[in-house]
């Protein structure tokens, strides 16, 4: 395995949205989808990468997983369906703590039991349950802080 990190640029859009609509239709058990796959692409592409401090990780040039971070947030977090549980997610949170070594915040949905365990294991602590009223898929969701 041979990963690298960087930032995304314009020419990556197109690819970081397959990731990220590939990601969450593998996950969608547990992530509940608000809009279509050609309104999530738009919004990656217009929104997403040129707004947000997107990070991609690359396998041998190909975009394999992303991550964006907005302040202490960790927004998004996709790895791609055919590359989970190689690493990549645990070396690119690992990169995101680099990036914000004084902590990090996220919210992930209460029923995504695969990403709760999986931030559990890597420091990050439950400090607010809701019921989904706020959040756009109106699903109960949870609040983690890692703190080194
Ligand atoms: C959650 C997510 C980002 C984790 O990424 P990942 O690349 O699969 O993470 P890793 O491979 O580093 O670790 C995942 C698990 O696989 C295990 N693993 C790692 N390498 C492995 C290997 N070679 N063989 C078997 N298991 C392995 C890890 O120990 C880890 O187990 P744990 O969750 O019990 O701690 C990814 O599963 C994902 O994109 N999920 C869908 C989208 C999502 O839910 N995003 C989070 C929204 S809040």
Redesign the pocket.
């Known amino acids: 395995m041979d990963i690298s990190f960087r930032r995304a640029t314009a020419a990556d859009a197109p690819d970081v949205a397959t990731v990220y609509i590939s ?2 239709r ?2 969608a058990e ?2 509940p989808t608000v809009g279509t796959d050609d309104e999530i692409r738009a919004f990656v592409i217009h929104q997403m990468v040129p707004e947000r401090e997107t990070w991609i990780a690359e396998d041998n040039g190909r975009v394999v ?1 992303l ?1 964006t971070l907005h302040g202490d947030d ?1 927004d ?6 055919d ?11 690992a990169h995101a703590k680099r990036l914000r070594p004084a902590g990090l915040h ?4 209460q029923r ?1 039991t ?9 420091g990050f602590v439950a400090k607010k349950f809701t019921d989904g009223a706020t959040n756009m898929e109106r699903e109960a969701d949870v609040l983690y802080e890692w703190t080194p």
């Open positions: 990601s969450r593998a996950a547990w992530l997983a991550l960790l998004q977090f996709y790895v791609a369906p590359n989970q549980r190689r690493g990549i997610g645990d070396a690119m949170l996220l919210w992930a949905f995504n695969p990403a709760r365990r999986f931030y559990e294991a890597r």
